[in-house]
């Protein structure tokens, strides 16, 4: 009985912190399947990854949902979906996950990807390196870019 308890602190103390701050992060193959959910199914499915809707900051087109849980630094992620009438939709993660944003480099060959482009360009007031990349029927950018925290940015929509 005494071991069962100092086994179960043992692994109390080792997953209780990172639980405290996880936050789902949408893999990339996610984030294709999101862009062909109609604006209901992709608000029922990110609220079940515990995302909030922000109400006050969204629109009829551009929707805004901020993760419950802060990370271990305090920021808490954002993806979005934007949709203007009889187009397709945009959907964009935002995370200071830097392991998340290099698994999503690393597998974009893999999923036929290929880089079109780089620049360098002003993204809320920050400077940010972008990555253009395309595999034919997704168009897909990554950003990085620090402000008060660094920044990974995936943005990925239809062609």
């Known amino acids: 009985?005494?071991?069962?308890?100092?086994?179960?602190?043992?692994?109390?103390s080792i997953f209780v912190p990172r639980v405290c701050h996880a936050q789902y992060n949408f893999p990339l193959v996610e984030l294709e399947k999101l862009c062909g959910k109609n604006s209901s199914d992709f608000d029922t499915y990110v609220m079940e990854k515990d995302y909030t809707i922000q109400s006050k900051?969204?629109?009829?087109?551009?929707?805004?949902?901020?993760s419950d849980k802060a990370a271990a630094d305090g920021k808490k992620y954002v993806i979005t979906r934007y949709q203007v009438p009889n187009a397709v939709c945009k959907i964009e993660f935002s995370c200071t996950d830097k392991k998340y944003y290099l698994e999503v480099k690393t597998k974009l060959a893999a999923m036929g990807f290929k880089l079109l482009n780089d620049e360098v360009k002003t993204i809320?007031?920050?400077?940010?390196?972008?990555?253009?990349?395309?595999?034919?029927?997704?168009?897909?950018?990554?950003?990085?870019?620090?402000?008060?925290?660094?920044?990974?940015?995936?943005?990925?929509?239809?062609?």
């Open 1 to 12: 009985m005494k071991g069962t308890i100092i086994l179960l602190a043992f692994t109390l």
């Open 57 to 66: 900051t969204s629109t009829q087109i551009l929707k805004i949902y901020n």
């Open 124 to 159: 809320n007031g920050a400077q940010a390196q972008v990555y253009h990349y395309s595999n034919g029927p997704y168009q897909l950018t990554l950003s990085t870019y620090t402000t008060d925290a660094n920044w990974y940015v995936v943005e990925l929509h239809g062609s």
